[in-house]
């Protein structure tokens, strides 16, 4: 029967090493999986990290396996490609830097062995990601087994399939599940049975014949319901020859329907079921992307607290961990591979590999809704012939191998609507930043009526928004200020527009977490992207964490905003207090400041702000607490000083009807002098963006939906406190056109 162990203790690992070691080498680092070497390079900003070949090596004695007649060395995850060596022969390669493969190495295995893998995260023209805004992580970062197997066994190696695909088929009470498997080296004296067992373990259906696929019934069947119910089955196969199990493989699944509807927005087994949730990446700080499961736990508790019940899990397979995770907690999942950024037309065969792994791996994970066909892909080219081709492939291979789930794309803002590469996917999704990257917050919500109403057939959704924020503060609070007033404020305004939407058919906040992006710095922090509602230490929940809680959740709390915002000039004070409670009564002092109702869940107060005060909020049996005293000047430790720029927006003159720091590059390029004062005094000091190449210009619908305050401090523009007075004061005199 099947056996797999851990090989993650003890390897030899160095850097800049092209080909396998011929003996163990003793004057190496040494290493446990899961590991990264981008660790702390990759989160430190300069988007210098190290990328290049690296080995990792071990020893493995034949004597240390179980008894098996093959072996097949198991990786969860290499980034970006990596290839496996045994006793200096080749054992094979993989293209791809966040799904599993398994190799067969039984002829290669002798009494001593020597393991070698040589990991590559190199910048090349074929495989993806080589442009996008967070860190590559090279290593073998989920681990490594061997799987002890007989030698006629059900295949798991093919784009490591788990051993049988599962696809339920609901009518009304009863479900049908076809259960397909393959068996590899068979003598055609076997039997396969399979069986499907309750969550108690109970049988529930069972088939027993020589065929590799069956359809069993449940009657009745209990339903994967997402949140509310999350109810799981177990596949289990096993392969029989003379009445002796040689192999067995289980898998879980739920049953479920659901549908997207154009116009209502997404239905989960018949009733509305609208997706409102959040992004995520993976990585945390010094570790990377090397994770434990306590860490994959940890993140899904905190996406549970705040009452989301949909993960876009970007820009990549996940670890198995965390799809297991989603099925258990119910929550609804969208899948994508990491095709993204800017189109390689050498990369075609590396979507199609990345599809075909991500869909073979994952078909079995009732969470998951959709497949991703890519991200953002316009971003640096516009639209080419290839780019539709490698797009329309992808398309038709997803609905190949899984025909019961929709396709779906996220689009960057400045893709028209009427792109055709819009047309491709069932499903579409906009990453929109108005608020943050250039416009306005009350953009977002027209914005999607429109495409609504141009193409009332094509569900859309957004798949990203969001806006950085640091340990930054302040009352008077703007767009690209990354205090932590003006996220909250800007969620506040999205979740208006979003949450009445409903023919959203879902809408995914850019990001649970703060994140590594190693070419930025911004903010005040180099290599990080801070749009979390969760800071990267996953140690501090944001107020705009709350504000999502507060709607989506059923957890009663309340929650005063300003938790990090002592030191206050201002006074009155205005603070905010969120909960999914009916009335919040506010003390200062002890003294109540009255009781209020919201039925948007935020409820706004004026607080007499005089020495130093103590709040504390009321709702129901809930109750929290916060201090805030007057001061007579800002605390500079809650103004964003960057390196360069010494400029916060109390600095900068705005006069009505006038352009100014705060006005997108679009629209001040309409007027002449505008355009003019853009080409000499703002553009040839703009640096490249992060991710992006020395010899490579900002795509002008990128540019010009940016303010040029936000570009400055984006790109991290060597412009002075005065260099940006002086451009502010011409831009007062040119007329900002309607």
């Known amino acids: ?167 339920p088929s609901l009518q009304g009470n009863s479900a049908q599940v076809r259960l397909r498997t393959r068996v590899l080296h068979g003598t055609g004296h076997e039997k396969i049975r399979f069986r499907i067992l309750d969550r108690e373990n109970r049988e529930a259906a069972m088939a027993c014949g020589t065929e590799e696929e069956v359809t069993l019934t449940l009657n009745p069947v209990h339903r994967w319901n997402g949140r509310k119910d999350p109810y799981l089955y177990t596949a289990e196969v096993t392969l029989y020859r003379d009445g002796k199990a040689l192999d067995q493989v289980q898998t879980r699944f739920g049953c479920r329907e659901y549908r997207i509807d154009p116009e209502k927005g997404f239905f989960l087994n018949g009733e509305s079921y609208p997706l409102r949730g959040v992004c995520r990446h993976q990585d945390r700080p010094e570790i990377g992307n090397a994770l434990l499961p306590c860490h994959h736990r940890e993140d899904m508790d905190l996406i549970d607290e705040v009452g989301a019940n949909t993960i876009r899990l970007a820009h990549y397979q996940h670890s198995q961990v965390f799809y297991d995770l989603c099925d258990e907690r119910g929550l ?259 003294v109540s400041l009255g009781v209020k109702t919201a039925e948007d869940h935020f409820f706004r107060f004026q607080v007499p702000n005089e020495g130093e005060t103590i709040l504390r909020a009321m709702a129901g049996s809930c109750e929290d607490e916060i201090r805030i005293r007057h001061v007579e000047e800002p605390n500079p430790a809650y103004i964003l000083q960057e390196k360069g720029v010494v400029l916060n927006w109390t600095d900068i003159t705005e006069i009505d009807g006038f352009c100014s720091l705060g006005t997108t590059i679009g629209d001040i390029v309409r007027h002449p002098e505008g355009q003019k004062l853009v080409q000499d005094m703002i553009l040839p000091r703009i640096p490249p963006m992060p991710g992006r190449g020395k010899d490579e210009s900002i795509p002008a619908s990128f540019l010009n939906s940016m303010t040029v305050m936000r570009l400055v401090r984006m790109t991290q523009a060597p412009f002075t406190r005065e260099d940006l007075l002086e451009i502010n004061a011409r831009l007062n005199t040119i007329p900002l056109d309607s």
């Open 332 to 590: 609804i999942v969208w899948a994508e591979i990491p095709y993204i950024s800017a189109h390689m037309d050498n990369g075609w065969d590396n979507t199609v590999s990345q599809m075909t792994d991500l869909i073979c791996q994952n078909y079995n994970h009732p969470s998951i809704v959709v497949w991703g066909l890519s991200n953002e892909i316009t971003m640096v080219t516009p639209t080419t012939e290839k780019m539709l081709e490698n797009h329309r492939a992808l398309n038709d291979l997803a609905h190949r191998l899984d025909p019961t789930r929709p396709t779906v794309m996220a689009c960057v803002s400045m893709c028209s609507i009427d792109d055709p590469i819009v047309r491709i996917p069932d499903v579409v999704s906009y990453n929109l930043y108005f608020g943050w990257y250039g416009g306005k917050t009350d953009m977002n919500g027209p914005w999607l009526d429109t495409f609504h109403q141009k193409y009332p057939d094509t569900p859309i959704g957004i798949s990203e928004y969001g806006a950085d924020s640091l340990n930054w503060h302040a009352a008077r609070t703007h767009a690209g200020d990354y205090t932590e007033e003006y996220q909250a404020w800007y969620h506040e305004q999205l979740i208006l527009q979003l949450y009445t939407r409903p023919f959203l058919w879902a809408t995914h906040v850019w990001n649970m977490f703060d994140f590594a992006a190693d070419g930025r710095n911004e903010g005040g922090e180099a290599g990080v992207n801070h749009k979390g509602l969760v800071t990267f230490d996953r140690k501090y929940r944001k107020d705009a964490f709350y504000a999502y809680k507060a709607w989506l959740s059923d957890e009663k709390f309340v929650h005063i905003c300003g938790r990090r915002y002592v030191d206050r000039v201002e006074n009155p004070a205005s603070v905010t207090v969120y909960s999914n409670m009916p009335e919040v009564e506010l003390f200062a002092n002890g």
């Open 1 to 167: 029967m099947r056996t797999t162990i851990s090989l993650n203790r003890k390897w030899a690992f160095r850097k800049n090493v092209a080909s396998p070691p011929e003996a163990m080498p003793r004057d190496w680092d040494y290493v446990n999986l899961p590991h990264t070497w981008n660790g702390i390079d990759g989160q430190d900003g300069g988007g210098d990290f190290w990328r290049g070949t690296a080995c990792y090596v071990r020893e493995l004695a034949r004597e240390d396996l179980p008894e098996a007649e093959a072996y097949l060395l198991d990786f969860p995850a290499a980034n970006a490609s990596a290839r496996v060596y045994v006793n200096g022969r080749e054992a094979g390669c993989h293209e791809g830097g966040y799904s599993g493969f398994r190799l067969d190495v039984t002829s290669l295995l002798e009494e001593k062995n020597l393991l070698c893998v040589l990991v590559d995260n190199s910048k090349n023209d074929r495989i993806y990601p080589q442009v996008a805004d967070f860190t590559f992580y090279g290593g073998l970062y989920r681990g490594a087994g061997m799987i002890c197997v007989s030698r006629t066994r059900l295949d798991t190696e093919d784009h490591a399939f788990p051993g049988v695909h599962v696809t």
